[in-house]
């Protein structure tokens, strides 16, 4: 390679440098902005997340102070005080004030704040089915026995989260209805379910017994 054409090969590369230079002069805000954006939005998140957890520490021992009042009517006033960090929260702590208004002898306000759970559109399905549930099951509630076997039954299809459960409160309402077989079919269906607890399960036993029936094997 001749003289000339090694400085032509330098002056080239001294241009190209020059050129990258420039562009990254006038553009290279832009990969320092995306970068600057990709450190802080995971120090967001971890600052989300933490402080997450912070609320929800916080929440949680907020509702067992309020838990450790001996009296009913005291645990429902400390609970009602405490501020839940979102709406799921915010069903959850309804259903204990519930459930402590119900041992206080409220079971009225106990229903109608479950009712108000149930029929809230911002919450989860799961959520709204839980407070549906302890709703139909308490004795206050104004359903008559079709009614709540018509919700009960909604929540007893295939694939529901508290179907089993839904499937005994049926078998309850076959036996208030007087009818027994229909009571045993359903109550031996559920011990031979793969998903009944061990609980349900001896619920279920105790019926059939009680019942005068026997149990099917399995």
């Known amino acids: 390679m001749s003289d000339t054409d090694s400085f032509i090969d330098e002056v080239t590369e001294e241009v190209r440098r020059d050129r990258l230079f420039g562009v990254m002069r006038r553009y ?16 967001y998140r971890e600052y989300s997340r933490a402080t997450q957890s912070a609320q929800a520490q916080a929440f949680g021992d907020a509702i067992l102070v309020a838990l450790e009042n001996d009296a009913a009517a005291d645990r429902v006033a400390a609970l009602d005080q405490i501020d839940a960090p979102s709406v799921e929260g915010a069903a959850v702590l309804d259903m204990l004030i519930a459930a402590e208004e119900a041992l206080d002898g409220n079971g009225t306000a106990a229903a109608t704040r479950l009712n108000a759970t149930a029929i809230n559109g911002e919450l ?33 299809t295939p ?20 009818d027994t077989d229909a009571a045993l079919t359903r109550l031996n269906a559920l011990l031979t379910d ?16 009680a019942l005068g029936g026997e149990i099917a094997a399995s």
């Open 124 to 156: 989860p399905e799961i959520y709204r089915q839980i407070a549906s549930f302890k709703a139909l099951t308490r004795p206050e509630t104004p359903l008559g026995a079709e009614e709540r076997r018509v919700a009960f039954e909604a929540m007893a």
């Open 159 to 178: 694939g529901a989260p508290l179907r089993l459960l839904a499937e005994e409160q049926l078998a309850l309402l076959d036996i208030e209805a007087g």
């Open 194 to 209: 793969s998903e009944v607890t061990a609980g349900l399960r001896r619920r279920a036993s105790q019926l059939i017994v």
């Open 28 to 43: 290279g805000w832009i990969a320092i902005l995306a970068v600057l954006l990709l450190v802080g939005g995971t120090a």
